[in-house]
T-cell receptor
Framework: QQQVKQSPQSLIVQKGGISIINCAYENTAFDYFPWYQQFPGKGPALLIAIRPDVSEKKEGRFTISFNKSAKQFSLHIMDSQPGDSATYFCAARTSGSRLTFGEGTQLTVNP | EAQVTQNPRYLITVTGKKLTVTCSQNMNHEYMSWYRQDPGLGLRQIYYSMNVEVTDKGDVPEGYKVSRKEKRNFPLILESPSPNQTSLYFC??????????????FGPGTRLTVL
């Protein structure tokens, strides 16, 4: 059973557009919500993260929005660029450092 | 350079032939973990380790073994591989404890095909 549900599975956006990826979770014990970015042939790398007492976190063109009551969080990529084309994973941390990942979203940004 | 290394990067084997995928990190991290990545299923945790000689099952441990005899190494062992273990495998490491977040650093991946 997938504890973190991610959508959409794939996303195509034009250069300069906004990319939005959504995640939902059930386990209220999750205490940290990172997003990882993965380029073809590489391992995932941390992009941005948020903790549940914060509703929004912004780093450059990347923003996480967090809705604790709805148990949902999302990644917004503003002014999307072809170099942002990658697979994005949301995740949630449980006890210790255990991460549970979503299914992944393959983002394609067309020039 | 701080990194997680995995070997081999690519492996084709046959059903039942024991194999080991090595993982090593040079960041003195306490936490290490193995994941498998399959299309549409994301990254699923196989085993993890909080420190030397401390290992525990993740979400999909069946058919796998691990050991943590040294802090830097965390090998993944498939004693009798089967075709359903064909996948892309990632090792990761990270620090434990405060601050409130702890990043996991991933290796480059091992693509395993079991015929």
């Amino acid at each position: 059973q997938q504890q973190v549900k991610q959508s959409p599975q794939s996303l195509i956006v034009q250069k300069g557009g906004i990319s939005i990826i959504n995640c939902a979770y059930e386990n209220t014990a999750f205490d940290y919500f990172p997003w990882y970015q993965q380029f073809p042939g590489k391992g995932p790398a941390l992009l941005i993260a948020i903790r549940p007492d914060v509703s929004e976190k912004k780093e450059g063109r990347f923003t996480i929005s967090f809705n604790k009551s709805a148990k949902q969080f999302s990644l917004h990529i503003m002014d999307s660029q072809p170099g942002d084309s990658a697979t994005y994973f949301c995740a949630a941390r449980t006890s210790g450092s255990r991460l549970t990942f979503g299914e992944g979203t393959q983002l394609t940004v067309n020039p | 350079e701080a990194q997680v290394t995995q070997n081999p990067r690519y492996l084709i084997t046959v059903t039942g032939k024991k194999l080991t995928v090595t993982c090593s990190q040079n960041m003195n991290h306490e936490y290490m973990s193995w994941y498998r990545q399959d299309p549409g299923l994301g990254l699923r945790q196989i085993y993890y380790s909080m420190n030397v000689e401390v290992t525990d099952k993740g979400d999909v441990p069946e058919g796998y073994k691990v050991s943590r005899k040294e802090k830097r190494n965390f090998p993944l062992i498939l004693e009798s591989p089967s075709p359903n273990q064909t996948s892309l495998y990632f090792c990761a490491s990270g620090p434990l404890g405060p601050p409130w977040y702890n990043e996991q650093f991933f290796g480059p991946g091992t693509r395993l095909t079991v015929l």
